[in-house]
């Protein structure tokens, strides 16, 4: 069974730095294309950014380009996300998300997601 | 950055056709997915590449894709078929994976 398990979400101040990783399992992690996305409370899905499969290739949303970094431990079946110069309107759940490569020409869909991780930007 | 509108909401009596538009400049030329997720809950593709149904999805949801207008449609619609419902694009200029705005379907 796949499943993704987003942890280090919690409470941060403004300007602060969390850091949340994302445990893979039940299937092989370093064959598939992961990707970051967020939902901030009572609103819509948010992508945030996507990694390769070896890692060499990285996109990241406007919003959180130059504060946020992805990056991925194939070793260790898990994804992560460094937030920088946090805000308040970075106060959202983050979804860890797998995507299938079903087609080489396009992106694929988005096929399983972890239940997610509050992070809250407060004073 | 690619921008995909969507209705805020539709509403449908049960038994009836839901319609959820995604709107994008020469949208057709992309592929779209379709999510639906409701609260509480993790988000589900329900269509992915325009029309194509993951396992465990019912017949009664489709897709299309044509000219500047996705549509996802739900026919014979259920009270559990209640939810917000998200189009994808993939943004190949930028790498981005965007998603439309989200229209909440209401059950009457």
């Known amino acids: 069974e796949v499943q993704l398990v987003e942890s280090g979400g919690g409470l941060v101040q403004p300007g602060g730095s969390l850091r949340l990783s994302c445990a893979a399992s039940g299937f092989t992690f370093s064959d598939y294309e992961m990707n970051w996305v967020r939902q901030a409370p009572g609103k819509g899905l948010e992508w945030l950014s996507y990694i390769s499969s070896s890692g060499s290739t990285i996109y990241y949303a406007d919003s959180v380009k130059g504060r946020f970094t992805i990056s991925r431990d194939n070793a260790k079946n898990s994804l992560y996300v460094q937030m920088n110069s946090l805000r308040a309107e970075d106060t959202a759940v983050y979804y860890c998300v797998r995507e299938v490569n079903i087609l080489a020409t396009t992106m694929g869909p988005f096929d399983y997601w972890g239940q997610g991780t509050l992070v809250t930007v407060s004073s | 950055s690619y921008v995909v509108t969507q209705p805020p909401s539709v509403s449908v009596a049960p038994g009836k056709t839901a319609r959820i538009t995604c709107g994008g400049n020469n949208i057709g030329r992309r592929s779209v997915h379709w999510y639906l997720q409701k609260p509480g809950q993790a988000p589900v593709v329900v269509i992915y590449y325009d029309s194509d149904r993951p396992s465990g999805i019912p017949e009664r949801f489709s897709g299309s894709n044509s000219g500047n207008t996705a549509t996802l449609t739900i026919t014979r619609v259920e009270a559990g078929d209640e939810a917000d419902y998200y189009c994808?694009?993939?943004?190949?200029?930028?790498?981005?994976?965007?998603f439309g705005t989200g229209t909440k379907v209401t059950v009457l």
């Open positions: 994808q694009v993939w943004d190949s200029s930028s790498g981005h994976r965007v």
